[in-house]
T-cell receptor
Framework: KAGVTQTPRYLIKTRGQQVTLSCSPI?????VSWYQQTPGQGLQFLFE???????NKGNFPGRFSGRQFSNSRSEMNVSTLELGDSALYLC????????????FGPGTRLTVT | QKEVEQNSGPLSVPEGAIASLNCTYS??????FFWYRQYSGKSPELIMS????GDKEDGRFTAQLNKASQYVSLLIRDSQPSDSATYLC??????????FGAGTRLAVHP
């Protein structure tokens, strides 16, 4: 079974721009969670989608948003990029029901200059 | 107050020894607990999940959970240099939200 895929793998943007990241979950998984990983803050939860609905949201500003499509693929968008948004963005997929084992994709490395 | 705490390490063990990694959490209602391994420059990889008090063994890995003490641990037997990585403890925080500790860096030396 194919794993979680994320595109693009690397991205360089300028302050003030916006960016869209994509995640395709494991086949049959209906939940996608997004995380931000930085050296200073570690791994932090952004939001989770299940069946196109956001069920849970972390403590990030409204510049961070996401959505999920009917095929369970998910996108996250960051508007008005700041230098502090430079991070590894990870998505994780799970069945969405049950005990919630999550499997991570390879991540998108975003650098904001 | 951090919700999930881990010793950042590095924890250095000789090859063949048992590595013991520990984690405490603050939310008493947490029901699901996970250990992830992350190699430098890679994404986290799920290695163990545990939901009930006691021990759960999978190959060289044993996870231990004590909900009364709010404590989770991971034992790695017969440690190998390839086990050198950062080990992340994660606790469920509702609807597929995982709360991660800062991670413990493990170094296994030959």
């Amino acid at each position: 079974k194919a794993g979680v895929t994320q595109t693009p793998r690397y991205l360089i943007k300028t302050r003030g721009q916006q960016v869209t990241l994509s995640c395709s979950p494991i086949s049959g998984h209906r939940s996608v969670s997004w995380y931000q990983q930085t050296p200073g803050q570690g791994l932090q939860f952004l939001f989770e989608y299940f069946s196109e609905t956001q069920r849970n949201k972390g403590n990030f500003p409204g510049r961070f948003s996401g959505r999920q499509f009917s095929n369970s693929r998910s996108e996250m968008n960051v508007s008005t990029l700041e230098l502090g948004d430079s991070a590894l963005y990870l998505c994780a997929s799970s069945l969405g029901r049950g005990r919630g084992e999550q499997y991570f994709g390879p991540g998108t490395r975003l650098t904001v200059t | 107050q951090k919700e999930v705490e881990q010793n950042s390490g590095p924890l250095s063990v000789p090859e063949g020894a048992i590595a013991s990694l520990n984690c405490t959490y603050s939310d008493r209602v947490s029901q699901s607990f996970f250990w992830y391994r992350q190699y430098s420059g890679k994404s986290p990889e799920l290695i163990m999940s545990i939901y009930s008090n006691g021990d759960k063994e999978d190959g060289r890995f044993t996870a231990q959970l004590n909900k009364a003490s709010q404590y989770v641990s991971l034992l790695i037997r017969d440690s190998q240099p390839s086990d050198s990585a950062t080990y992340l403890c994660a606790v469920s925080g509702g609807y597929n939200k995982l709360i991660f500790g800062a991670g413990t860096r493990l170094a296994v030396h030959p």
